[in-house]
């Protein structure tokens, strides 16, 4: 009977202890803060997904190949065992019907009654470009970067739902580089095609990322350019209001300052799936470190990453994600052709400097002293009061692209023509 007794004290305190823990979980997860979900970044995870499906045995993930539907296999199951729920009803995976390949969607359900019907979208593409004349083309940049970091934020969230307001769309899109931009063979493009009208009047924010782990301008470390949010004061709001990442350096930049087209001053050349976002009226902000040497060569290997960069990054997309999710605005303020000179001009200066100072290697000698010249120019619109006038505002994208070339393609002749 005492024994009995004594068993049955031992079970009622046991249980008494498992409710408290389970209780202080529940405040933990209400109140933990940025700082200590970014300490659950994994940079492990980050490089495993990066060495996984940019390996030689992926091939290049061509659309519709059947290491892209490795890839595709490889993200649904991340998403499976983060514990995301499928989008598509039992389905993960949306193929794109219009074309090739497919779109992979996980939902992370928000936890706030008023805003839990609303989406935040954080976005990257797996596909590449697979094999050309006998080589392959591995994309370790461009874009398992970005999936990467879409994966490890989700799965960090995931983990701490109760934190997240919003709901939180994590999609990798099929279909990027293919010469279909604009259409919905895209995947992007397919996947907002295909969105119901409710569905896409609840979408807050697209978070589009391309290129996330290159360190292209070395006297500019830790640069990760942030594209798109000169569209909307909620939303540059959003971007100044973030914690400051040690070692990472966010440089805003107008759109136009990388989808300017040479000698065709009304022309526009996207560069990434937040495009069929922006046809859409859907607001979006773009993040990416940028073109490097490797962009589109058999070059873009796993082993020519920046992972400490790619950590910091991490770092930033999960506070990004977050903001949008709990503290931005509605956006009711968003304006396609609105521009930010100032910061435009303040942007281009410091990378122009940075570029100046420890030029890329086997700069040709006409581009360098082209982009000299340009530092003048640039100096003389950062002195003027007035706003630029257009053709100041289109000479400014011109040494943007220059830059640009410069950097990802030293020697190439055209660069200092742009
Ligand atoms: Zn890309």
Redesign the pocket.
């Known amino acids: 009977m005492l024994a009995v007794l004594v068993l049955l004290i031992v079970f009622i305190i046991s249980q008494g202890t498992g409710m408290e823990v389970l209780a202080d979980q529940r405040v933990d997860e209400v109140s933990i803060s940025l700082e200590e979900l970014q300490n659950d970044i994994d940079i492990n995870r980050l490089r495993h997904h990066v060495y996984v499906l940019a390996s030689q045995e992926m091939k290049g993930r061509d659309v519709g190949s059947n290491e892209a539907e490795r890839a595709i296999s490889y993200i649904e199951n991340k998403f499976k065992s983060y514990g995301l729920q499928p989008w598509f009803g039992e389905d993960y995976k949306q193929p794109i019907t219009t074309g090739a390949g497919a779109n992979v969607v996980a939902l992370l359900p928000g936890f706030d009654p008023k805003l839990r019907h609303e989406l935040v979208l954080v976005t990257a ?1 797996h596909d590449h470009l697979g094999i050309r004349e006998g080589l392959i083309y591995p994309g370790a940049d ?2 398992i970067s970005s999936v990467a970091l879409m994966l490890e934020t989700a799965r960090i969230l995931a983990k701490h739902s109760r934190v997240v307001k919003r709901s939180i769309l994590f999609i990798s899109f099929d279909a ?2 293919k010469p279909e931009g604009g259409t919905d063979k895209m995947g992007s493009g397919f996947f907002v095609n295909q969105l119901s009208n409710d569905n896409r009047q609840r979408i807050v924010l697209m978070i589009g990322m ?2 996330m782990a290159g360190e292209v301008i070395p006297a500019l470390p830790g640069a990760l350019f942030i594209m798109g949010a000169e569209k909307s004061l909620h939303l540059s709001r959003l971007i100044q209001s973030r914690t400051p990442i040690d070692g990472l350096n966010p440089v805003p930049l107008g759109l136009a300052m990388i989808e300017a087209v040479p000698y065709c001053p009304w022309c526009q050349h996207s560069v ?1 799936d937040y495009d069929s976002f922006r046809q859409a009226d859907i607001p979006f902000v773009f993040l990416s470190t940028g073109r490097s040497q490797y962009y589109h060569t058999p070059a873009d290997t796993p082993s020519s990453l920046h992972y400490k960069k790619i950590e910091r990054n991490a770092a930033y997309l999960l506070g990004l994600t977050l903001g949008a999710a709990n503290d931005l605005e509605w956006i009711n303020d968003y304006d396609h052709h609105a521009q930010d000179q100032s910061t435009d001009i303040a942007s281009v200066a410091s990378v122009l400097d940075a570029v100046l100072k420890q030029p890329p290697e086997g700069i040709r000698w006409d581009t360098f002293k082209s982009l000299h010249k340009a530092q003048d120019t640039v100096t003389e619109f950062s002195e003027k009061t007035d706003p630029l006038s257009w053709f100041e505002y289109r000479r400014l994208q011109s040494i943007s692209l220059q830059m640009q070339c410069a950097v990802a393609k030293p020697s190439w002749r055209i660069c200092p023509w742009f």
Do not use: A, G, Y
Request: net charge negative.
């Open positions: 593409h461009d874009n990027e580089e391309d290129l990434s």
